[in-house]
């Protein structure tokens, strides 16, 4: 069994710079994600990475802006958030299933994919 909480989010101008965080708990290996979801629209890919070696992938909107991280010890996936532009608005999702997906994959990118969900934390990037 696998629980995970995110904190971090808040209220921050265009162009600044949020962390948000995810604690696991449970779980020995796999792959971690990071989707948003707007109001009104389908929840959306961001970026995931693969527990034992940090691979990574990341959705062409927030390339070279986002950067996915994680602490083995600590058991906490990050996400750093820079340049942020009010299009990145959204209650952010942290996801994580127990199987090792390769980045080049299409699994990292569905969200059916995974099988643990916390419960969001929101960003507001105002204009």
């Known amino acids: 069994q696998v629980q995970l909480v995110e904190s971090g989010g808040g209220l921050v101008q265009t162009g600044g710079s949020l962390r948000l965080s995810c604690e696991i708990t449970?779980?020995?290996?796999?792959?971690a994600a990071w989707f948003r979801q707007a109001p009104g629209k389908e929840r959306e890919f961001v970026a995931s990475?693969?527990?034992?070696?940090?691979?990574?992938r990341y959705h062409d909107a927030v390339k070279g802006r986002f950067t996915i991280s994680r602490d083995r010890a600590k058991k906490i996936v990050y996400l750093q958030m820079n340049s942020l532009k009010f299009e990145d608005t959204a209650d952010y999702y942290c996801?994580?299933?127990?199987?090792?997906?390769?980045?080049?994959?299409?699994?990292?990118?569905?969200?059916?994919?995974?099988?643990?969900w916390g419960q969001g934390t929101r960003v507001t990037v105002s204009s």
């Open positions: 990475i693969r527990w034992f070696d940090a691979n990574t």
């Open positions: 996801a994580f299933t127990l199987r090792s997906y390769n980045s080049g994959s299409t699994y990292v990118r569905d969200p059916l994919k995974y099988d643990y």
């Open positions: 449970g779980g020995t290996s796999g792959t």
